[in-house]
């Protein structure tokens, strides 16, 4: 088997059908900073298993989310569709629940497969705020939507497992292969969704708050060094990109901060990442156990990563680097290690690559790109075969525009809604690495070459008016169907401190974006 995958990997065609087909085994976190994965990032926190992967497979170091908020970005890895073309808009607004997944190919197949844990890439679920701030998120107010960033210290050096549901999860896939597939005759694809290391929510706050908490314990804390955590530099609000000043002030973050604050906020989030590095052991070990982690492809990545305050900002929702570079790291039988992959990828090229895994051949017009010619020993790849861009978006909540991200060698280029209303910006990340410096006006030639090439990929400015007509529509059809509740509830929503303030004018400016009146 070991040679069949040598030769495919040399000469880019897919596995044979075979009875020794690879398992597959994707663990999925959710905020997970991808630059945590590589030097310099890996200097602060200790994470064994993710350098167990790095080690003995290949590491990814420019991977991208495609859309950086959670349904629509597992929607674009689940479907292998950039996420304009499933107009997976926010997150209410994703897949139908019948889409077919590059896992439901596999089980069609003969694969053996198991999904467990955090899926959340079809419609319909999320909080009601979430979706009604995606919604109105053109009108022209600004009310906070999440609760103030704040790291919460619970329990002793000995207190392990904080993530209850994550670990309850991750028990469930270590019993699934000792038991289920140990004892099978099929190769399987095992997937583990985990809710770590995004913030916490604080129901004892308010019932409808997001997630801000970093919630932590002194063990996990043990693992970072605080020596090596950086306080990000920022820019002064009246200095921020328009869509950027909405984001951090939505996110509740135009406030003071201390020095301190920020750094108890980033060494929380770095422990939270441990605990969820110990989680990816646990199913690593188990496979081993069971002798068949040497005939396993593992693959560890997440949806997209946590500003933790960096841009004066916590969560995603951004095309900063913080929220945009996911982890991505691939070990498996054939496959090189060691091996540091400066290639753009996204994870729309997870799915064509899971069928290239497994021998299967692909359906219909896939947005992604099979990964595997990039861990061969021969790594000359050409553009046919893998692009030199890479492509996120956005259009949902604490961002008041369409937000489109192109990377392309050195520069990273935003533009936003019609490309007219809003400038772009532009940073060139070789110079510029902590994103502070905007050189849209001194690259002209450079952004009318990038903004070209986005519009080829995606015509922007007809997508962006797509979904500022879904959002009136969703929200004419939610506020119709509240009927004479319609002002109570709006009013209750994680906003309501703000909105509670000016009820009748916030209702006259829905009214004004809903219907061109007061």
């Not at 087909?21 to 993710?50: C, H, Q, W």
């Not at 694809?189 to 985990?194: I, K, T």
């Not at 994870?347 to 497994?358: S, Y």
């Not at 007809?462 to 004479?484: D, I, M, P, Q």
Request: with cysteine; net charge neutral.
């Amino acid at each position: 088997m070991k040679l069949l995958a040598l030769l495919f990997l040399l000469f880019g065609q897919s596995l044979p059908q075979s009875e020794t087909k690879p398992n597959i085994l994707m663990v999925m976190s959710d905020a997970f900073d991808g630059r945590l994965t590589y030097e310099p990032g890996n200097k602060v926190v200790r994470l064994p298993y993710v350098n167990y992967l790095r080690e003995l497979g290949a590491t990814f170091l420019n991977a991208y989310t495609n859309s950086p908020i959670c349904c629509p970005s597992r929607a674009a890895m689940w479907s292998g569709k950039f996420v304009h073309l499933s107009q997976s808009w926010n997150n209410y607004k994703c897949l139908d629940a019948n889409a077919t997944t590059w896992m439901d190919l596999l089980e069609e197949n003969g694969y053996l497969t198991e999904r467990i844990g955090k899926l959340d890439y079809t419609s319909g679920d999320h909080s009601v705020s979430n979706r009604v701030e995606a919604w109105t998120r053109d009108v022209p107010f600004l009310l906070r939507q999440e609760g103030r960033p704040v790291a919460e210290l619970v329990g002793n050096v000995s207190t392990v497992r904080i993530q209850e549901t994550d670990w309850k999860n991750t028990d469930k896939a270590v019993k699934w292969i000792r038991q289920r597939a140990a004892s099978s005759h099929q190769p399987f694809a095992l997937y583990l969704g985990l809710n770590l290391p995004h913030p916490y929510s604080n129901k004892t706050l308010d019932t409808t708050a997001g997630g801000f908490t970093f919630r932590t314990s002194p063990y996990w804390l043990e693992k970072v060094s605080p020596e090596v955590i950086t306080i990000p530099k920022w820019l002064p609000m009246s200095a921020m990109h328009p869509v950027d000043y909405y984001s951090t002030f939505t996110k509740n973050c135009s406030g003071p901060f201390t020095t301190e604050e920020v750094r108890s906020i980033r060494a929380f989030y770095y422990a939270m990442c441990a605990e969820t590095d110990l989680m990816l052991g646990y199913v690593i070990t188990a496979l081993r156990d069971t002798n068949l982690l040497n005939n396993t492809v593992v693959i560890f990545t997440a949806d997209h990563g946590e500003l933790a305050m960096e841009h004066r900002q916590f969560y995603k929702m951004s095309m900063f680097e913080g929220s945009s570079r996911v982890p991505l790291l691939v070990m498996g039988p054939g496959l090189k290690s060691g091996l540091q992959v400066e290639q753009l990828v996204s994870l729309v090229d997870l799915f064509p690559t899971m069928l290239d895994i497994a021998g299967v051949s692909a359906v219909g017009n896939l947005s992604g790109h099979s990964l595997l010619p990039l861990l061969s020993k021969d790594g000359a790849v050409s553009e046919k075969q893998h692009p030199d861009w890479v492509l996120s978006e956005y259009h949902g909540c604490n961002a008041n525009a369409s937000t489109y991200m192109l990377r392309h060698g050195q520069w990273k280029y935003i533009a936003y809604a019609d490309g007219l209303s809003l400038p772009p910006q532009l940073f060139d990340l070789n110079l510029d690495k902590d994103e502070l410096h905007n050189v849209v006006y001194k690259f002209p030639d450079e952004v009318a070459d990038l903004d070209r090439l986005l519009r080829r990929i995606v015509d922007y400015p007809k997508v962006s008016t797509a979904v500022h007509l879904y959002n009136k529509e969703a929200f004419a059809a939610w506020r119709s169907s509240l009927g004479r509740n319609y002002s109570q509830v709006i009013a209750n929503l994680r906003w309501h401190e703000d909105w509670q303030k000016d009820m009748l004018a916030n209702e006259r400016a829905i009214n004004k974006w809903l219907y061109g009146t007061l």
